[in-house]
């Protein structure tokens, strides 16, 4: 069972366009969101958080919105660059229990980013 | 500053056999987590270590142990290797552990024949 999805494997976009990356969870208890980025060879790495409490979060050409309702967030990327060429996953947080819970990250299946010159 | 740095690189075992893999944190990082990551799918939780405590344990059999040492460094254990466990292996530290931000390693490709 599938808490994070990540529904499309691939997106292709042109230099200079804007790239939405979209990501659906499952389980309310999530209340934390982070997307990475993944080159071939390299381990994830950082790009974005947000968390329960806001709707959205900007970091230069990096937006997240999130819509809790919907249990929907989305990465939007403006303008796109071909070195943003890579596999973006979405990956959630849940709170668990107080104190020193355990913060795993659930991770989706990725999304393959093409950006093409 | 040096990142996450994870040994070996890839591996090569047979079915049945065991394997030792080994993360060293970032300087200052007290945490690390380890996640599989089978390919065509996202990481998957397997521990979460704090301060040489297990915080966390994700949906794997017992055939999976790992533990964390004084200096932060962790190793992940596998017995009784399956065809199955062939992936890439990621370790990750982060200062605590919680709601911040975990740097992950290159990983450790597994290769189970």
């Known amino acids: 069972d599938q808490q994070v999805k990540q529904n499309s494997p691939s997106l292709s976009v042109q230099e200079g366009r804007i790239s939405i990356l979209n990501c659906d969870y499952t389980n309310s208890m999530f209340d934390y969101f982070l997307w990475y980025k993944k080159y071939p060879a390299e381990g994830p790495t950082f790009l974005i958080s947000?968390?329960?409490?806001?709707d959205k979060n900007e970091d230069g050409r990096f937006t997240v919105f999130l819509n809790k309702s919907a249990k929907h967030l989305s990465l939007h990327i403006v303008p796109s660059q071909p070195g943003d060429s890579a596999v973006y996953f979405c990956a959630a947080s849940a709170e668990e229990g107080s104190g020193a819970g355990s913060y795993q990250l659930t991770f989706g299946k990725g999304t393959k980013l093409s950006v093409i010159p | 500053d040096a990142g996450v740095t994870q040994s070996p690189t890839h591996l090569i075992k047979t079915r049945g056999q065991q394997v030792t893999l080994r993360c060293s944190p970032i300087s200052g990082h007290k945490s690390v987590s380890w996640y599989q990551q089978v390919l065509g799918q996202g990481p998957q939780f397997i521990f979460q270590y704090y301060e040489k405590e297990e915080r966390g344990r994700g949906n794997f059999p017992d055939r999976f142990s790992a533990r964390q040492f004084p200096n932060y460094s962790s190793e992940l254990n596998v017995n009784a290797l399956l065809l199955g466990d062939s992936a890439l292996y990621l370790c990750a530290s982060s200062f605590t552990g919680e709601l911040d931000e975990q740097y992950f390693g290159p990983g450790t490709r597994l290769t189970v024949t």
């Open positions: 947000i968390s329960s409490i806001k």
